[in-house]
């Protein structure tokens, strides 16, 4: 990408979205296409198909998409596939239609199988079944990084797909119905601190082993790989070391200063 080029960063109002807008602000990228939520529903075919006819991206990053933490997941199942399906395939099509030069698309490691080794390869994808609590969002985002091999193969455009890390970090959602691990564990530790309870419970097994990474960190790996690569393979971005959840909550009670037991 050059400094000028024209960029669309799909999701920029959430966690992933809003490091990217932040770094390539900070990489000196100043022609970002970032349209007001309440204008665009990427959800809507003729819209998205309109937006992209208008404001013709050079460049997109697809980091929108539905998304929320364990009671989310199992409670919206048909938001989860209904909507994430309609976003990812409007947004690459009309990617297509329009000739952008690349996309990124951001894909989830719950697309890796539920008994996955550690630490989580490329080669791992499709080799078993899905967590059940998310496995409308896995199709999902498997439907996502299948749609773009496809486009690549019979169109010749470049949509690569990288599979980032658990994301932590600034514009975390902290809403409890819709948080993620680490956030969840930060409000429920505070809360239990705030009100002198001594336990808090998770749900979930604590030697279950997660990778995490922070946001800024996910955004650089993005940025990088717009600029690098250019597979239809799909890549993973993290560090490639795990930490039990038992791990990671002892280290986010001892950052809130709780005191009790999780």
């Known amino acids: 990408m050059e400094k000028d080029s024209r960029i669309y960063v799909a999701g920029y109002t959430g966690l992933l979205g ?20 309440a204008t ?13 006819q ?15 933490g364990l009671q989310a997941n199992s409670t919206l199942k ?12 409007n ?4 990617s297509f239609e329009s000739g952008v030069k690349k996309l990124l698309y951001v894909s989830s490691n719950c697309a890796y199988p539920k008994e996955c080794p550690q630490p989580m390869k490329e080669e791992d994808l499709m080799t078993g ?5 998310n496995q409308p ?16 193969f019979q169109y010749e455009t470049n949509f690569i797909t990288v599979i980032p890390a658990s994301l932590y970090g600034p514009g975390d959602n902290y809403d409890l119905e819709n948080a993620h691990m680490v956030s969840t564990l930060i409000k429920k530790c505070h809360e239990a601190k705030v009100k002198g309870e001594k336990e808090v419970k998770i749900p979930g097994s604590e030697e279950r082993v997660r990778e995490m990474m922070h946001i800024d960190d996910a955004a650089d790996a993005c940025l ?6 250019n597979s239809s393979e799909e890549i993973n971005a993290g560090i490639g070391k795990g930490h039990t959840i038992r791990e990671i909550s002892d280290l986010v009670k001892k950052v809130v200063v709780f005191d009790g037991e999780i």
């Not at 809003?18 to 939520?37: C, M, N, Q, T, W």
């Not at 209904?82 to 395939?89: E, G, L, S, T, V």
């Open 18 to 37: 809003s490091a990217l807008v932040r770094k390539l602000g900070e990489e000196g990228y100043g022609d970002l296409i970032l349209p007001a939520k």
């Open 40 to 52: 665009l529903d990427l959800r809507d075919q003729v819209k998205t198909k309109r937006f992209f």
């Open 54 to 68: 208008d404001t013709m991206p050079e460049y997109v990053f697809f980091a929108a998409g539905k998304v929320g």
């Open 78 to 89: 048909a938001e989860f596939i209904r909507d994430n399906i309609q976003m990812q395939a």
């Open 91 to 94: 947004v690459i099509h009309s």
């Open 129 to 133: 079944k899905f967590e059940p609590t």
């Open 137 to 152: 969002f896995a199709v999902a985002k498997m439907a996502g990084m299948e749609m773009c091999k496809a486009y690549n």
């Open 224 to 229: 990088f790989l717009m600029n690098n690569y």
